[in-house]
């Protein structure tokens, strides 16, 4: 009589919970409007950086087949300031290059914090290219328009997206190649 107990009161129990499963909504799930990451969703980064101002900076928002002649692959240093132009943090990257595609791994540091980052982005017509940071430990993204009219030095904007939904930080960035006295 015990075990009947038992095994009653445990059936009851699988009978509740698969009741509850069944009766539970599915969720949902609804991507957020604007986080595209394929390389034809990050052709401009933010509306600051329209088609004028890419025309304007030596690029458009097409990925352009003259753009695999420049190599912009090696080490990397770009600095980062928010809109009042107070630096928020470095970034640090090893590029490597494949056609116009861009791709690699690096460090961004803010004050005494360090985080490991991977970065992908792209070559577009003139000087201008896209390049996407993220931290791995915090999952921030990073979304750079640059202008790198001589390869070895860029400047250009950056948008920091938060995983926490805050609204995006903006700001410029600047820096160069830091590998750029080699021979290409």
Same mark, same amino acid.
């Given at each position: 009589?015990? /075990? ?58 097409? #990925? ?11 080490? =990397? ?9 107070? #630096? ?38 003139? /000087?201008?290219?896209?390049? /996407? ?18 390869? /070895? ?9 938060? #995983? ?13 190649? @830091?590998? =750029?006295?080699?021979? @290409?």
């Amino acid at each position: 009589m015990f /075990n009947l107990r038992k095994i009653m009161l445990m059936l009851a129990a699988i009978a509740c919970i698969m009741v509850g499963a069944c009766a539970s909504p599915t969720p949902i799930v609804i991507e957020p409007a604007g986080m595209d990451l394929s390389l034809d969703g990050m052709q401009i980064s933010d509306p600051e950086h329209t088609a004028e101002y890419m025309a304007k900076t030596g690029g458009t928002a097409q #990925p352009g087949l003259q753009t695999y002649g420049r190599n912009l692959a090696g080490n =990397w240093s770009f600095e980062l300031k928010n809109m009042k132009s107070i #630096p928020i943090g470095n970034i640090e990257l090893r590029l490597h290059q494949s056609e116009a595609a861009l791709f690699g791994t690096g460090v961004i540091k803010q004050g005494l914090n360090r985080q490991m980052a991977t970065a992908e982005g792209s070559l577009l017509e003139g /000087n201008a290219m896209i390049l /996407n940071v993220v931290s791995l430990d915090n999952v921030f993204l990073y979304r750079m328009t640059l202008n790198s009219a001589d390869g /070895n030095s860029t400047s250009g904007a950056f948008t920091l997206y938060l #995983p926490t939904g805050e609204a995006p930080v903006k700001g410029s960035v600047s820096g160069g190649r @830091s590998d =750029w006295r080699r021979i @290409s």
